[in-house]
């Protein structure tokens, strides 16, 4: 794992393409109106009868402030009054939810996203987490992976004293660009100082893992400038960083039309900061987990990664795969069993649903026999940069070569090409094609032909 990643400028010219992040196959993309509550209730029925352990993701959609290059599901307010009818509709599903499980079934993981989850006033944390402890069988021990995603300018030392009390022991910070200007071309101020004395309260408090977000692509960013962030995040020693790819997507995410496009860096400039954040990372001891993740050694990713135990789903990277995921709140989706299925993302929708003492269910996928051959794959590739086609076989009882004979011609020109080694055995993703996953992936996708490209980012 020393040599993770060759950077090889040819070969992501011509590997660079727009397509799935692979946090799902299939991809949300292909959900449907035809899956709703009944499937939820017959999926929860068979995770209580094996008595799997769960995965817990809260969607807390509230922020003060707009950025302009976000993307997620979120309500813009100043009103703090507005997540009160919000909470009680989440309390609600939380209920409905855990009343089709076992008290048995332990959550391992548990995260709260956003949206910014430190938008709740600190009784409200209090209340929702006393809700969750009542109806799911929540770990007392610290053993869990519980993580809260934190904007500093949301939080102080008193929030995360009270986190930690509650039961975190995981924070994920956005911080995106420690850049002025690039911050006011976003609308996103926030300080060294702020982010320094959120994770100065993170170690004081024994918080286990801080991860830091930052994106490369914004308006305004220069490969100097963004090397100087990645500076002064380094010097922060967060355990792991994501490192996004800003993608322009005005015609779907309203508030990335005010970004001025004139200012957004170059494709070649996207490239070299891309590059001298490898470089830097790299020799400040951290390793490259794939899909923009790094990880210092000792951390669990990249010991899972070692140990080929990763695994991939909507949290990303994740030691918890084996869980069922519970999704709750707006949007939320949820991945149990062979059943993908997802809440309304529409505030008003998901609030009257519950109201009517409803789930919120509005679409989803039942993975079909294909699905789960082609997860597989993609999943072994994406976590493990490698595929063994007799442990495939043996698991889906088929004959690799045989069943995807039609993929051969561009597996092999993917070998020419140096991205990865193609044997009778299986396939390595080589150092040079390790940035280029996404797109080795992208050729056991049985739906991106019949897909919209341009609803997905590129690779790099």
């Known amino acids: 794992m020393l040599d993770a990643i060759r950077w090889d400028t040819d070969l992501i010219r011509r590997y660079d ?54 993307a997620c599901n979120k309500v813009i307010t100043k009103d703090r009054g507005r997540a009160l009818p919000y909470l009680q509709r989440l309390e609600q599903e939380i209920q409905l939810i855990a009343c089709h499980l076992d008290p048995a079934q332990q959550v391992e993981q548990l995260h709260f996203g956003g949206g910014t989850p430190t938008f709740l006033s600190h009784d409200e944390l209090r209340q929702l987490m006393a809700h969750l402890r009542k109806h799911f069988n929540l770990l007392d021990d ?77 308006p305004k960013q220069t490969p100097d400038n963004f090397a100087r962030t990645v500076e002064e995040v380094i010097s922060l020693q967060p355990d792991r960083l994501s490192v996004f790819n800003y993608a322009h997507l005005p015609e779907r995410f309203m508030p990335q039309r005010r970004i001025n496009a004139n200012e957004l860096p170059s494709p070649a400039h996207k490239l070299e900061m891309l590059q001298r954040t490898i470089e830097q990372l790299t020799a400040a001891g951290y390793r490259y987990i794939g899909m923009d993740h ?24 994740t030691t918890h795969g084996h869980c069922d995921l519970i999704g709750l709140g707006v949007s939320a989706i949820s991945q149990i069993g062979d059943l993908y299925c997802q809440n309304s993302s529409d505030l008003n929708e998901y609030q009257h649903t519950l109201a009517s003492a409803q789930l919120a269910t509005s679409r989803g996928l039942v993975c079909n026999a294909d699905d789960r051959l082609r997860r ?71 739906y991106l032909e019949q897909q919209n490209r341009q609803r997905f980012s590129r690779v790099i």
Request: with cysteine; net charge negative.
């Open 17 to 70: 393409l727009a397509g799935p992040r692979y946090t799902s196959y299939p991809t949300a993309v292909q959900f449907n109106s035809q899956v709703g509550t009944f499937d939820l209730f017959h999926a929860l029925r068979d995770s209580r009868k094996a008595l799997r352990p769960l995965s817990l993701y809260v969607h807390v959609p509230f922020c003060a402030n707009i950025c302009y290059y976000c």
């Open 142 to 218: 610290d053993s869990g992976d519980y993580g809260i995603e934190i904007d500093p300018r949301e939080a102080d030392w008193s929030t995360m004293g009270l986190l930690r009390e509650l039961g975190f022991n995981r924070v994920s910070i956005g911080l995106q660009d420690l850049d002025p200007v690039v911050q006011r071309a976003v609308n996103r101020l926030q300080s060294l100082e702020e982010t320094r004395a959120v994770i100065d309260a993170a170690r004081t408090l024994q918080f286990r893992s801080i991860n830091i977000d930052l994106i490369y692509g914004l």
């Open 294 to 317: 790094f990880a210092l050694p000792d951390d669990e990713l990249a010991i899972a990664q070692e140990e080929e135990t990763l695994q991939r789903n909507f949290q990303g990277y």
């Open 376 to 446: 597989a794959v993609i999943q072994q590739l994406i976590c493990n940069f490698s595929l063994d086609f007799a442990e495939i076989e043996q698991q889906f009882n088929v004959d690799f070569q045989g069943y995807f004979g039609a993929l051969w011609p561009q597996l092999q020109g993917m070998a020419n090409d140096g991205l990865i080694e193609l044997s009778r055995e299986g396939i390595e993703v080589l150092p040079a094609g390790r940035l280029l996953v996404r797109s080795v992936c992208m050729v056991f996708d049985a």
